[in-house]
């Protein structure tokens, strides 16, 4: 079992930045790819990026290249992304997840809500 715990949301101006966590518990061996997802209301929830955790490769939605950063930390357990150049488009709930391979996330958190104001 893993647990996964986001923390950083909050409200903050277009232009702004933000960081949010994603710290792992539990059976954090199963863990070798986490990403980030966001849900907007009345949209689908769509991928954000990606880091593998032995080698930290990365991957990125297009709509977030050049503006957000994913990272982590293998001794805390604990996977950023920094949001820089927030627009209020990038308002949702995000959650982290984790799962063997990227790609494949079986392991969910409960979600941090960023709201950007124009």
Same mark, same amino acid.
């Given at each position: 079992?893993?647990?996964?715990?986001?923390?950083? +949301?909050?409200?903050? /101006? $277009?232009? =702004?930045?933000? #960081?949010?966590?994603? @710290? %792992?518990?539990?059976?954090?061996?199963?863990?070798?790819?986490? +990403?980030?997802?966001? /849900? $907007?209301? =009345?949209?689908? #929830?769509?991928?954000? @990026? %990606?880091?593998?955790?032995?080698?930290?490769?990365?991957?990125?939605?297009?709509?977030?290249?050049?503006?957000?950063?994913?990272?982590?930390?293998? @001794?805390?357990?604990?996977?950023?992304?920094?949001?820089?150049?927030?627009?209020?488009?990038?308002?949702?709930?995000?959650?982290?997840?984790?799962?063997?391979?990227?790609?494949?996330?079986?392991?969910?958190?409960?979600?941090?809500?960023?709201?950007?104001?124009?």
């Amino acid at each position: 079992q893993v647990q996964l715990v986001e923390s950083g +949301g909050g409200l903050v /101006q $277009a232009g =702004g930045s933000l #960081r949010l966590s994603c @710290a %792992a518990s539990g059976r954090t061996f199963r863990i070798y790819a986490m +990403g980030w997802f966001r /849900q $907007a209301p =009345g949209k689908e #929830r769509e991928f954000v @990026a %990606a880091i593998t955790w032995s080698g930290g490769n990365t991957r990125y939605a297009d709509s977030v290249k050049g503006r957000f950063t994913i990272s982590r930390d293998n @001794a805390k357990n604990t996977v950023y992304l920094q949001m820089n150049s927030l627009n209020p488009e990038d308002t949702a709930v995000y959650y982290c997840a984790a799962g063997p391979v990227d790609r494949m996330y079986d392991s969910w958190g409960q979600g941090t809500q960023v709201t950007v104001s124009s």
